[in-house]
């Protein structure tokens, strides 16, 4: 750790170079990266410097001086040999700590900016899409400071230095010298830039479609399986990975053209200025020692220049994945917060009164449009209501996932709307559709919920959930590793789990949005009535197309046509069961 700590980053606030702002937000990062770039160009000077003085240090030697006259040269040779090596190493291992820093920032502030979005906003996004912005495209920060800034900085400092050591010993020899630097330096790698611009982003577009389709091939197998899809879509999989390795092999050729034009500079810069040198010489203008001094110092100086064509078309990748990053980051999110939000209260328990809500989506039909419901503090509120009814609408209203155009949410008799998310969802949390099961152990899954929760407490969640008997009964109990959103779980643990993770960030209310989903009718009803009985006393939303299990409610509500209406017994009852009745069929 150093004695310093970092400046807060700067928003990365709408511009019109996606590049220059993320190197604004590098800015705060100088201090680490700015020794980085001393000690790469302190190396690239102490190679050339070492060549240039080995040659005057031979040259002279030959002329049989007395020592004391070549004894500095000596040590400056041992010194710039040890020197380069060590330059190297600072070089290497201040310029990959600043560069991980700065990195490791960056992506935190690209994963703040796209809490806000989730879940309303990142539809617009497929899901490998948005997984290759926030790795793929934040790592290009990484390579614009490793590979073109500090690769650039160098060049330039070893340029500058080697014209005007070579116009101090001989004007025209520096003036060639520059020109030819200059060429090689600026004019080929901006070339190489304006010609892999428009590949890079076609290749940085492919390759965002490629990873969308291999999570599409490993999630949705199973569905592409069941439409017999799963050949077109291992075709067009296909067709995409052409599609980048011609863009690469065309890149690829243009570097390598770019690159083999600096060997030909340095030639023709070695021998123009050799020339030159010889002439002078002949003249008695020019020492002996500096002639070898000019020849090998217009070979050395264009090795900092080598990696600049490569630089150009890591600059191409660069401005690419900036582009993409600038478009996530300019999303705006479904729901802002007001300029001084309110504080909703925490006692327990609170109440929620919704008063002729409308919500609307995209500018479609209002989803909800005079909803009314009111939660009653310490009651368990069960609302039914057909698959595309609203009743996710209404969890992510309450939740501050969607703006409401109309009507009163109001918590504890505070507004919603005049809150902050983050602390509407500490208020008002639970178990939504999407929640999600990582590969990773029980007891880290339920940490999730409250990373602070202690054993006495993760044993209380889920023996409230009735999933405590079966994390028992496995051999690693809590350290047993889960699949993948649950792979080797039945739909009933998953949906327990799931449970216990609500009951345990114990909000002051808590919504459970389709906890049954995918389950079958005995195990659905089982799961709801266990929801209600470990829910007793807390203020709860439990939203459900089932009709079964539904007895311990305290209040059951229908939501039809963006409307809310307390549920009559023909809402309660199961159709299937109504139907069974009605033709004589066994029940289940």
Same mark, same amino acid.
């Given at each position: ?23 604004? &937000? ?49 040590? @400056? ?8 090596? %060590? ?32 879940? %309303? ?41 080697? /014209?005007?050591? $070579? ?26 830039? *304006? ?29 592409? #399986?069941?439409?017999? $899809? ?10 995409? @990975? ?39 010489? %002949? ?36 401005? $690419? ?37 409308? *919500? ?20 368990? /509120? ?53 929640? &999600? ?47 993948? #959103? ?13 449970? @216990? ?69 023909? #809402? ?9 009745? &009605?033709?004589? @069929?066994?029940?289940?």
């Amino acid at each position: 750790m150093t004695g310093h700590a970092e400046a807060p980053a700067p928003a990365l606030d709408r511009g019109p170079r996606p590049t220059v702002r993320l190197l604004r &937000h590098l800015l705060p990062y100088w201090r680490r990266l700015l020794p980085a770039a001393l000690a790469s160009a302190g190396s690239e000077l102490a190679a050339a410097a070492l060549m240039a003085t080995a040659a005057w240090l031979i040259t002279r030697a030959a002329q049989q001086p007395p020592l004391a006259s070549v004894s500095l040269a000596i040590v @400056a040779v041992r010194a710039l040999a040890l020197g380069r090596g %060590a330059l190297r190493y600072g070089d290497r291992l201040l310029g990959h700590d600043g560069v991980l820093r700065a990195v490791a920032g960056f992506r935190t502030r690209v994963y703040e900016a796209l809490v806000p979005l989730a879940p %309303a906003g990142t539809p617009a996004f497929r899901s490998g899409d948005l997984l290759t912005r926030l790795v793929d495209d934040v790592d290009a920060a990484q390579d614009l400071l490793l590979r073109v800034l500090i690769p650039a900085a160098a060049a330039c400092v070893v340029a500058a230095t080697a /014209t005007g050591t $070579a116009a101090v010993l001989l004007p025209r020899a520096g003036i060639l010298l520059g020109l030819l630097l200059a060429v090689a330096g600026f004019l080929v790698p901006t070339l190489v830039l *304006v010609l892999s611009r428009r590949a890079g982003r076609a290749e940085k577009t492919a390759r965002a479609e490629l990873a969308a389709l291999t999570v599409d091939l490993t999630q949705g197998a199973a569905d592409l #399986d069941a439409y017999g $899809a799963r050949c077109r879509a291992h075709e067009r999989a296909g067709r995409t @990975a052409d599609r980048i390795a011609a863009l690469e092999r065309r890149r690829a050729l243009t570097t390598s053209l770019a690159s083999a034009v600096v060997p030909l500079l340095q030639g023709g810069a070695t021998v123009g200025v050799t020339l030159l040198a010889l002439r002078a010489h %002949a003249a008695g203008a020019l020492p002996a020692v500096h002639l070898t001094v000019l020849a090998v110092l217009a070979l050395v100086s264009f090795e900092a220049l080598a990696p600049l064509p490569a630089a150009a078309r890591r600059l191409a990748d660069v401005r $690419a994945s900036a582009r993409r990053l600038a478009d996530l980051l300019d999303t705006a999110p479904p729901v802002t917060d007001p300029p001084i939000p309110a504080p909703l209260p925490t006692d327990e328990p609170l109440g929620v009164d919704i008063t002729d809500l409308r *919500v609307r989506h995209a500018g479609g039909p209002p989803a909800l449009d005079g909803a009314s419901l009111r939660l009653p503090p310490g009651r368990r /509120t069960v609302l039914l209501g057909a698959t595309g009814s609203g009743k996710s609408t209404l969890i992510a209203a309450l939740m501050r996932f969607v703006p409401y155009e109309a009507g009163s949410i109001r918590v504890g008799g505070r507004e919603l709307r005049e809150t902050a998310g983050a602390d509407a969802r500490r208020v008002i949390t639970g178990m939504t559709q999407d929640a &999600h099961v990582f590969h990773a152990t029980i007891r880290a899954n339920l940490l999730l919920a409250r990373p602070d929760a202690t054993d006495a407490e993760l044993r209380e969640a889920a023996r409230r959930a009735r999933l405590l008997d079966w994390i028992e009964s496995l051999p690693d109990r809590w350290d047993t590793l889960l699949g993948g #959103d649950g792979a080797t779980m039945s739909g009933g643990e998953r949906g327990r789990l799931l449970l @216990a993770r609500a009951l345990l960030a114990d909000p002051p209310v808590l919504v459970l949005d389709e906890p049954t989903e995918g389950l079958d009718p005995d195990t659905a009803a089982a799961v709801l009535a266990d929801i209600l009985d470990a829910t007793r006393g807390r203020t709860t939303l439990l939203v459900t197309h089932e009709r079964s299990g539904l007895t311990a409610a305290d209040q059951i509500l229908t939501l039809d046509r963006g409307r809310i209406r307390p549920a009559t017994q023909d #809402d309660i009852d199961d159709p299937q069961d109504r139907l069974r009745q &009605h033709t004589g @069929a066994p029940g289940h």
